[in-house]
């Protein structure tokens, strides 16, 4: 699947910290275009919600899978992908929280990434989670086998993408969402200073969740598939 990159890139000389901060901005960015529309839409706080946990999925676009026991081995490290940038944008994303090596790399325990894999996704069952390296456009997270850690580089950046909730199903315990992946520098500030989402998305998704009682994590992501046109998604409450 060929995926749409940015025009540019962020990359920051304090490192990969600050790249992280940026998917952080990504879901402001959700806020701030949500609450432009906010007028238009039945469930906005709804819908508001969806988009911010989404945000630190889609901006990765890791390829589609119907549940995250199928995953292939092979896209395992797109995951891992999202469990460390959720890391490193979380309360610990500062030099006093995540330990370093001599050559100034981040090191994150791989039990670490485990339990935040099990957060946002769930557990694989009978599978273990095969950690892995990351491969980037412009950086690897190296996977050390005997330390059973991952070492982070200090420069980095990221292809972005926002997410736009335009359907919600809910069939019982599980919340499908018709999400399109808006390219962030497709985003204009319109004259009230509030940015406006582009009308045309890069594509758009089929993205399964399920509700969770933890605050910080009140969803889990359960498949992320493509849509096969609009009839595939009927019976849900079209939002805009």
């Not at 995540?98 to 981040?106: A, F, R, S, V």
């Amino acid at each position: 699947m060929e995926k749409h990159k940015r025009a540019h890139r962020w990359a920051f000389p304090l490192g990969v910290i600050l790249t992280a901060l940026a998917v952080v901005g990504a879901a402001t960015l959700v806020r701030l275009a949500a609450g432009s529309i906010r007028q238009q839409i039945q469930n906005p706080k709804e819908k508001q919600a969806y988009e911010e946990f989404l945000a630190k999925i889609v901006v990765h676009d890791p390829d589609p899978f119907d549940s995250v026991g199928s995953v292939p081995v092979e896209s395992v490290p797109q995951l891992l992908d999202i469990c460390i940038w959720s890391i490193l944008g979380g309360d610990d994303a500062t030099p006093a929280g995540i330990p370093t090596d001599d050559e100034g790399n981040l090191l994150i325990d791989q039990e670490k990434v485990a339990a935040e894999f099990e957060k946002i996704f769930g557990k694989l069952g009978e599978q273990p989670l095969a950690h892995a390296s990351v491969e980037g456009s412009d950086f690897d997270f190296v996977y050390d086998p005997e330390a059973k850690l991952y070492r982070i580089p200090v420069t980095g950046s990221l292809s972005i993408y926002s997410p736009r909730v335009t359907n919600i199903k809910k069939t019982g315990g599980a919340i499908e969402l018709t999400v399109d992946y808006l390219v962030n520098n497709d985003f204009v500030f319109g004259a009230n200073g509030r940015p406006e989402a582009p009308e045309v998305a890069a594509k758009t998704m089929l993205i399964t969740l399920y509700a969770q009682t933890d605050p910080d994590y009140p969803y889990r992501v359960g498949a992320i598939r493509q849509t096969l046109g609009e009839d595939s998604v009927g019976g849900g409450a079209r939002l805009g």
